[in-house]
């Protein structure tokens, strides 16, 4: 409990701080969603956070080529397209990270020798890009009605060279800081489920950021449910 404290007040307190689904603890930048946008995926969601956008699209459960069928659940699929010219080699890394992610919650042995597709096509990148890549893969999920053991989602931490943390940074606090941190975490438990990292930090600073990460993921959890309820509310 002292941990989390000291965890909270390290955090930057900024502009960007908004009521709603972010506390006046979070420093989390505005978010926005809008499911069932594109009429031949089964499932699509927009995510935005800040200025940095991603559209997803889910196509299946469907049949899936032989030479890549499991025989005992579904193979998934990830492909992200970047804003302009040809995926490259941080597309593939994110493609694999967001993958796993996926597996990890997807009840793929529900729809054995099937495929599961996430097309992601970046639309702006303004900072946190594999954290809007997640939260949109797992709206655009739910939209399909694909099976998930659990919904998930990502947070993206910075810290500056003075150990000061921020949380959801812009494309510019990213290039400024020493290390970068993705998280991707479950809404049951709000286990790990995927981590990526760049730069230098302690343990205990990673400690701290994923500390700061599973309480922000409580506001992303509960947008997601507010999100949901007001689409379902108006059908």
């Known amino acids: 409990m002292e941990g989390a404290m000291q965890t909270e007040s390290k955090i930057?307190?900024?502009?960007?701080?908004?009521?709603?689904?972010?506390?006046?603890?979070?420093?989390?930048r505005h978010?926005?969603?809008?499911?069932?946008?594109l009429s031949r995926p089964d499932g699509s969601a927009s995510?935005?956070?800040g200025d940095?956008?991603?559209?997803?699209?889910?196509?299946?459960?469907?049949?899936v080529k032989i030479s890549k069928e499991i025989f005992n659940k579904a193979t998934l699929e990830v492909i992200l397209r970047p804003k302009t010219g040809l995926p490259g080699v941080a597309e593939k890394s994110r493609e694999r990270l967001i993958r796993n992610t996926c597996e990890a919650v997807?009840?793929?042995?529900l729809h054995p020798r099937t495929s599961i597709t996430v097309v992601l096509q970046v639309v702006s990148d303004a900072?946190?890009?594999?954290a809007c890549c997640l939260n949109a893969a797992c709206m655009a999920l739910v939209d399909a009605g694909v099976p998930m053991r659990a919904l998930f989602c990502g947070v993206t931490c910075a810290l500056d060279s003075d150990g000061t943390l921020m949380l959801d940074p812009t494309a510019k606090q990213e290039k400024e800081a020493r290390a970068v941190l993705t998280f991707a975490l479950d809404s049951v438990e709000r286990k790990l489920l995927m981590s990526t990292t760049k730069?230098?930090?302690?343990?205990?600073?990673?400690?701290?950021?994923?500390?700061?990460?599973q309480t922000a993921s409580t506001h992303v959890f509960r947008f997601y449910r507010e999100s949901l309820q007001r689409r379902y509310s108006k059908s």
């Open 199 to 213: 730069g230098l930090y302690s343990d205990a600073e990673l400690q701290q950021c994923l500390a700061a990460a």
């Open 106 to 109: 997807v009840l793929g042995a």
């Open 31 to 37: 978010f926005a969603c809008e499911q069932n946008l």
């Open 12 to 28: 930057r307190a900024d502009s960007r701080t908004e009521p709603g689904p972010r506390g006046p603890g979070c420093s989390l």
């Open 47 to 49: 995510f935005l956070q």
């Open 127 to 130: 900072g946190s890009l594999l």
């Open 52 to 63: 940095t956008s991603v559209l997803a699209g889910v196509y299946g459960p469907a049949e």
